[in-house]
């Protein structure tokens, strides 16, 4: 629901309306009360909302704003079973009154629980289906096992309960690539315990970087020595994958706590943690939501591990997605969910300022897995990778979503840079537009801003791109106004990618 903004031109009142959309730093207590407040409040929200009387709210996340607005991110559950795709977002104003809500379906949620069902599959459980069409009873289950290039498997399978048909399938472990190249001399969060270090961050929630010693499951063996001087910049060193893994760790989680005002990645100060040397030869990185971790391969002939900045940010910010939109993985929601990981892993690369790495809009520019020092995608004109997709088209969907994310990326590029070529930290770009337009950018503070307050207060699980669009401008237009330049360029940019 957009908000009637302030009069666009005017600096200070732009300021102050930024400063009153942005969420607050609230400490592990208060979000804890933040939490068991909006449950109490649960079955008065799901009456007002005019709920069934079968249907009952879980509370997942609360965002409280500066200026006392409450975005409160709800579970949906019909006769104790939970409704997979039903999540809504209520905002409320600072006297409660309601200001809107965004819901992943507008369905009416009304399916009878009790009726003769196909024999449930080994390991499932039952639901309620409405992330599209029409809502049905169905079995949910996961199925583990190992993808062909040796990432782990965790298969996500919806049946329909009554026919047995498969509805819904998708991979939860969300992989994704960077560069290899380590970050030169860092400085470090280490404990110390007796006369022995190891890599675990107290100051950013406990953050630990483990070794996996080419095995492929476990937490495996935590790093730890005598002294606390780390790697020596080789990849034949162990404890150099380590410390890129360890250092892009906490450049993201304080780019989080600096420029979003967020306490860790989940929003509640616990890190995740990270675990190196995964497999053998192994030539991706991952996120897995079960573990709350991030792995990391060693790369082609155990050379080049992919363990730096871009890389590091883009796995947690998988995280961050779980934890808020929690964007399905397939289709135009999975190809948000792609994009986010790169928009926030490219952020983080700038963010951290590291002249081993300077920050720039390709993604995994130094593995060079295609043989050819070229990246693996590029922002300013993704389909240069020869799979991405430069703009929207109704087939987007059906891409794989590291190359559906294209849409996202380019979006993201043009509203921070603009159209057109440029040189940007020695590396040129040249972004076309889909309808020959010229798009001006706001810079890339502004844009990962609009992009964050999108994700975590309006964006749900079947967000797809027509609706990123409208949950941009909303966010633009809660830190900008609704006649600002950056709302205006909001609406530009995702025109230029022929989302309209």
């Known amino acids: 629901m957009v908000v009637v903004g302030v009069q666009a031109g005017s600096t200070a009142g732009a300021t102050d309306r930024a400063a009153g959309a942005t969420a607050l730093d609230l400490s592990t207590a208060q979000r804890a009360d933040a939490l068991r407040t909006a449950q109490d409040a649960a079955p008065a929200t799901a009456q007002q909302l005019g709920l069934g009387a079968k249907e009952k709210l879980v509370v997942r996340d609360v965002i409280k704003d500066a200026d006392g607005t409450v975005h409160t991110r709800y579970e949906r559950t019909l006769d104790g079973l939970p409704v997979l795709g039903g999540d809504l977002v209520v905002h409320t104003a600072k006297n409660g009154a309601l200001k809107g809500v965004d819901k992943a379906t507008d369905a009416k949620i009304a399916v009878a629980t009790t009726t003769a069902l196909k024999a449930a599959p080994t390991g499932s459980h039952k639901v309620v289906w409405a992330a599209d069409g029409k809502p049905v009873l169905a079995y949910e289950r996961t199925v583990t096992g190992t993808q062909p290039d040796g990432t782990p498997s965790r298969r996500d399978i919806v049946t329909d309960a009554i026919t047995g048909a498969q509805i819904y399938s998708h991979e939860e472990i969300e992989t994704g690539t960077g560069t290899s190249e380590y970050s030169g001399k860092v400085t470090l969060g280490t404990t110390k315990s007796g006369s022995t270090y190891s890599l675990n961050d107290a100051s950013r929630g406990g953050h630990k970087t483990y070794d996996l010693k080419g095995g492929s499951s476990g937490t495996g063996t935590l790093f730890t020595k005598s002294t606390d001087t780390w790697g020596n910049g080789s990849p034949s060193n162990r404890e150099t994958a380590a410390v890129d893994a360890h250092y892009g760790a906490a450049e993201t989680w304080d780019f989080y706590k600096t420029e979003l005002g967020r306490n860790g990645i989940a929003g509640n100060g616990k890190a995740a943690y990270s675990r190196v040397h995964y497999g053998n030869g192994y030539v991706n990185a991952f996120w897995d939501d079960s573990c709350f971790c991030m792995t990391y391969g060693d790369g082609e002939g155990n050379k080049k591990p992919l363990t730096a900045l871009d890389v590091a940010g883009h796995e947690m910010s998988h995280g961050l997605t ?133 994700l975590s207060t309006y964006m749900t699980s079947t967000t797809n791109y027509k609706a990123a669009r409208a949950a941009t401008l909303k966010a633009a237009g809660d830190l900008y106004g609704t006649t600002s330049t950056e709302y205006k360029t909001v609406a530009a940019a995702w025109t230029a990618v022929n989302v309209k």
Do not use: Q
């Open 322 to 454: 779980a934890a808020t939109a929690k964007l399905n993985y397939s289709g135009e929601s999975g190809g948000l969910n792609e994009a986010t990981s790169d928009i926030f892993g490219t952020s983080v690369e700038f963010y951290a300022n590291n002249a081993s790495d300077k920050g720039d809009y390709l993604i995994g520019e130094k593995i060079d897995i295609n043989g050819n020092g070229t990246p693996l995608r590029y922002m300013d004109k993704p389909s240069k990778d020869g799979g991405s997709a430069d703009y929207w088209s109704s087939g987007v969907g059906n891409k794989d979503v590291h190359y559906s994310s294209g849409v996202a990326n380019h979006f993201f590029y043009l509203l921070s840079e603009g159209s057109g070529a440029k040189t940007i930290n020695g590396v040129n770009y040249n972004s076309p537009t889909s309808d020959g337009s010229k798009v001006t950018g706001i810079s890339r503070v502004k844009a990962y801003k609009i992009w964050y307050k999108a």
